[in-house]
């Protein structure tokens, strides 16, 4: 299968691209480094990875590159931590419409001239920001007020991009929610404002480069955005990337939504916990707690059991052995520059 995958430099499809093309398939890939600057991959020469640098807002560009596909999967996008939700707000609604209304245009034509056979939208559990159903089951982003940050705002938007090109022009689609990926390859962005937290800079990518880095820097006692009792649920990159493929390959993914996840909830203060004793040992664990962004959704707990019985997929990476893998990452990028 040819796909092509947007926003393919970015940290989700680090993971996701290798996944894909060790399945065999043919990937094409765009990104304009906007968001790290220009990153080597290690599929990078891979006989079947074509890697365009461009824009996807570009339309005739993103019709080039689709033209000989078979799926899309939507990935490009203005994101970043928290810190982004209020610093650019209006620049994460406008420029994310801008690239959504851009790849469904092109999508939309390839398949009525071309052979696409769907349209693959990663959205966000932002998308259930103000809900207060836990778990939380695909359908209710429909009951749940809407969120209030126009990070989630525009995402639940790409949802419905899908449901209007699916009801104008029957594009068929699937959307895809990842909840909280966290991996190798999430660095500070180039667009982060530095902010410091203590005596450290924020990696205001997400909370578990931040916290490790602050760790591994010696921060003592270790500085906390907000109380700590945040729960969320930590899903391992490469586990996201297995999900993302299968809801490409399955039929019985055509025209549903998922959501993505490991089922084991975690506090932030869990995590940090967990972190410090894996980086300092028996040494005592101190924190404090600084004042939290406006966007610190408390509590994010979703369903997975519509992944678990329609596509047969299950998230099985524990953090503990995720954490293993990125700690010494950090503290390799920290040696070098990266945070």
């Given at each position: 299968m040819k796909i092509l995958i947007t926003g393919s430099a970015g940290f989700i499809a680090g993971y996701l691209v290798e996944e894909m093309l060790s399945r065999g398939h043919v990937v094409y890939g765009i990104d304009n480094y906007s968001k790290y600057g220009k990153v080597e991959k290690s599929y990078d020469s891979h006989p079947n990875y074509h890697f365009v640098e461009g824009d996807a807002k570009d339309a005739a560009?993103?019709?080039?590159?689709?033209?000989?596909?078979?799926?899309v999967l939507a990935l490009a996008a203005m994101i970043g931590g928290i810190s982004l939700f209020h610093e650019?707000?209006?620049?994460?609604l406008a420029e994310n419409e801008r690239?959504?209304?851009?790849?469904?245009?092109?999508a939309i034509w390839a398949y009525k001239n071309k052979h696409l056979k769907k349209m693959n939208v990663m959205s966000s559990?932002?998308?259930?920001?103000?809900?207060?159903?836990?778990?939380?089951?695909?359908?209710?982003q429909l009951k749940c007020p809407p969120p209030l940050s126009t990070y989630g705002f525009q995402k639940l938007a790409t949802e419905y991009f899908a449901k209007g090109a699916w009801e104008q022009y029957q594009l068929p689609y699937t959307i895809i929610r990842p909840f909280n990926c966290i991996g190798v390859g999430e660095k500070r962005a180039i667009s982060d404002r530095v902010i410091l937290s203590g005596n450290v800079k924020l990696a205001m990518s997400h909370v578990v480069p931040d916290l490790v880095q602050k760790i591994a820097k010696g921060q003592d006692p270790l500085h906390i955005l907000g109380s700590g009792g945040q729960v969320r649920h930590y899903t391992y990159g490469g586990d996201l990337a297995e999900g993302i493929r299968t809801c490409v390959e399955s039929e019985k993914a055509l025209n549903e939504d998922f959501n993505l996840s490991t089922a084991v909830s975690t506090t932030v203060l869990e995590l940090a916990e967990m972190i410090w004793k894996?980086?300092?040992?028996?040494?005592?664990?101190?924190?404090?707690?600084?004042?939290?962004?406006?966007?610190?959704?408390?509590?994010?707990?979703?369903?997975?059991?519509?992944?678990?019985r329609v596509l047969g997929f299950e998230a099985t990476t524990s953090l503990s052995d995720a954490l293993d893998e990125i700690i010494p990452w950090v503290k390799e990028q920290i040696e070098i520059g990266g945070f």
């Amino acid at each position: 299968m040819k796909i092509l995958i947007t926003g393919s430099a970015g940290f989700i499809a680090g993971y996701l691209v290798e996944e894909m093309l060790s399945r065999g398939h043919v990937v094409y890939g765009i990104d304009n480094y906007s968001k790290y600057g220009k990153v080597e991959k290690s599929y990078d020469s891979h006989p079947n990875y074509h890697f365009v640098e461009g824009d996807a807002k570009d339309a005739a560009l993103m019709k080039n590159l689709i033209e000989d596909c078979d799926q899309v999967l939507a990935l490009a996008a203005m994101i970043g931590g928290i810190s982004l939700f209020h610093e650019y707000a209006y620049d994460l609604l406008a420029e994310n419409e801008r690239i959504t209304a851009s790849t469904f245009d092109a999508a939309i034509w390839a398949y009525k001239n071309k052979h696409l056979k769907k349209m693959n939208v990663m959205s966000s559990s932002m998308v259930f920001e103000s809900t207060d159903h836990f778990p939380t089951e695909e359908g209710d982003q429909l009951k749940c007020p809407p969120p209030l940050s126009t990070y989630g705002f525009q995402k639940l938007a790409t949802e419905y991009f899908a449901k209007g090109a699916w009801e104008q022009y029957q594009l068929p689609y699937t959307i895809i929610r990842p909840f909280n990926c966290i991996g190798v390859g999430e660095k500070r962005a180039i667009s982060d404002r530095v902010i410091l937290s203590g005596n450290v800079k924020l990696a205001m990518s997400h909370v578990v480069p931040d916290l490790v880095q602050k760790i591994a820097k010696g921060q003592d006692p270790l500085h906390i955005l907000g109380s700590g009792g945040q729960v969320r649920h930590y899903t391992y990159g490469g586990d996201l990337a297995e999900g993302i493929r299968t809801c490409v390959e399955s039929e019985k993914a055509l025209n549903e939504d998922f959501n993505l996840s490991t089922a084991v909830s975690t506090t932030v203060l869990e995590l940090a916990e967990m972190i410090w004793k894996k980086i300092n040992g028996a040494e005592p664990f101190n924190y404090v707690s600084d004042t939290p962004f406006k966007y610190d959704v408390q509590k994010r707990v979703p369903s997975v059991e519509k992944a678990k019985r329609v596509l047969g997929f299950e998230a099985t990476t524990s953090l503990s052995d995720a954490l293993d893998e990125i700690i010494p990452w950090v503290k390799e990028q920290i040696e070098i520059g990266g945070f």
